[in-house]
């Protein structure tokens, strides 16, 4: 089994797949502070809590925004699983042309997501990341990653309103009735909610254009997708799975021939 993790700045996610089944999914918390065996005991705790052994697992794949913490999950994998981990880097195959000015600046986790939106919804495709940060990447109608745009995570936005003003409250990320609020909490709520709908809705419609394709498929993943994608018709599929599913396809691309 192939044991897949998408460490990102404020989850880890990870999955345990049986070929193309995936058997489980489970998160933690990214803590950039925990040594080796802490991460060692909380993943494989998760393992025995559902009745799973960590002898199953004969490889790993890793994707990581978060390099400080590199080296600790990789002596996590050698320690608990004896195994010792790939890693989505410059140099792995992916199976994909990325057209970019500087391919070794690109994430993982855009490139894993690049790698499965195209296997799994075809091209020309639009994906988005809702998470710490909101990526979207386009996979062009020849299959190569084409770029995409970074904008703030709705939550990291939303803090960064309240912390950087005087008198703006802390407030619940939830639907207000109305675009028009009539106090304070309801037009911070729908001024992050329904302006970020906005400016998913606008970037879709220009990505659209540019790359000629209004059939363009339309793939949300990350924390924030499901609730979106509930006030927008813009996007064509919620996979939560995404960044996960890339892992396990980059991992069969470069142990083919073994």
Same mark, same amino acid.
């Given at each position: ?70 080296? !600790?999950?990789?002596?996590?994998? $050698?320690?608990?699983?004896?195994? &010792?981990?790939?890693?989505?880097? *410059? %140099? +792995? #195959? ?39 940060? !909101?990526?979207?990447?386009?996979? $062009?109608?020849?299959?190569?990653? &084409?770029?995409?745009?970074?904008? *703030? %995570? +709705? #939550? ?103």
């Amino acid at each position: 089994m192939i044991f897949t993790m998408d460490v990102g700045n404020t989850n880890i996610k990870m999955g345990l797949f049986n070929g193309k089944e995936l058997i489980k999914y489970w998160r933690l918390s990214t803590n950039r502070t925990s040594t080796s065996d802490e991460y060692g005991i909380l993943v494989t705790s998760l393992f025995h809590t559902d009745g799973l052994s960590r002898n199953l697992v004969n490889g790993i794949m890793i994707s990581s925004v978060v390099p400080t913490i590199n080296f !600790t999950i990789e002596h996590m994998c $050698n320690d608990y699983f004896g195994i &010792a981990p790939m890693f989505v880097m *410059p %140099g +792995i #195959k992916t199976g994909m042309n990325i057209i970019y000015d500087n391919p070794q600046a690109l994430g993982s986790d855009r490139i894993c997501n690049a790698v499965a939106a195209h296997a799994y919804y075809g091209a020309p495709c639009i994906y988005i990341d809702f998470g710490t940060a !909101t990526t979207f990447g386009v996979v $062009n109608e020849k299959g190569s990653f &084409a770029g995409g745009c970074i904008c *703030p %995570g +709705i #939550k990291i936005a939303s803090e960064a309103l309240v912390h950087g003003t005087s008198k703006l409250p802390n407030f619940e990320l939830v639907w207000p009735e109305n675009v028009i609020g009539r106090n304070t909490i309801t037009n911070l709520q729908s001024g992050m909610l329904y302006g970020f709908v906005g400016q998913v809705e606008y970037l879709i419609k220009r990505m659209k254009q540019e790359l000629k394709r209004e059939d363009a498929v339309v793939v949300a993943t990350g924390g924030m997708a499901r609730m979106i994608a509930e006030q927008t018709k813009t996007i064509d599929y919620i996979d939560g799975l995404l960044t996960l599913k890339g892992l396990r396809l980059i991992y069969e691309r470069n142990t083919e021939k073994e």
